[in-house]
């Protein structure tokens, strides 16, 4: 592992095969925990009743923890599933789902959760601790705001391939990040600021994130 937090990660993805998800962060072992238990804790209490009421605590409790925090992180890769609605609801089953996985030693700084045949899996994001001078995930949302919306891209061709299509109302910021930046490091985050004037336009914060590993964030020459 590369973790440099035994406690809680900086980052979890949760990664579709179409590419796109969420990336969220939490900055300390505080936030990490109650964004899980905003998921287990209910679950972990019914199990604590359950048991006191058959004087009988279950063997597997953690295996039924992961269990449930599995099954219900699932949802988010249903087709059907509503991102606008489901946003904060994804980040505390994601947390959920790392807390109760076995590490071993240490916690990952980054964790990907992401589909694997039929499954549902969780490895160490050793791709996102690296900076090849493109953005392999451009959230839309900030760190102070614990994230949002992600777009992923597996390599620099795929990045400009999209990033230089004409922008939508449901994706424009990886053509901003495109316009912007010559070279960026691995994770970029956009979040729309509101006017500080009167017919003032939206404007956009963009910020690098590096994961304690050094990235280049080079300007376009305009």
Request: proline share 7%; aromatic share 10%; charged share 25%.
């Amino acid at each position: 592992m590369t973790g440099v937090d035994l406690e809680h990660p900086e980052v979890i993805f949760v990664k579709r095969l179409d590419g796109t998800g969420y990336g969220f962060f939490y900055s300390t072992p505080a936030q990490f925990d109650n964004a899980a238990d905003g998921f287990i804790y209910p679950i972990k209490e019914r199990i604590r009743q359950e048991s006191e009421e058959k004087q009988k605590t279950p063997k597997n409790v953690g295996e039924l923890c992961l269990k449930a925090s599995l099954t219900s992180i699932e949802k988010v890769f249903d087709p059907n599933w509503e991102d606008a609605a489901g946003i904060d609801a994804a980040r505390c089953v994601a947390a959920s789902c790392v807390a109760e996985t076995k590490w071993g030693e240490e916690v990952p700084q980054c964790v990907v959760i992401e589909q694997v045949g039929d499954d549902v899996t969780l490895r160490e994001g050793f791709e996102f601790l690296e900076h090849p001078g493109y953005p392999l995930a451009i959230i839309l949302g900030a760190k102070a705001e614990g994230g949002g919306l992600c777009t992923f891209f597996d390599s620099p061709e795929e990045f400009k391939r999209l990033a230089s299509k004409p922008p939508t109302r449901q994706v424009w910021l990886p053509q901003l990040i495109y316009r912007l930046y010559k070279r960026t490091p691995s994770i970029m985050t956009g979040l729309p600021t509101p006017p500080k004037h009167e017919h003032q336009g939206v404007g956009v914060e963009c910020h690098a994130f590096t994961l304690n590993r050094k990235g280049q964030l080079i300007e376009r020459n305009r």
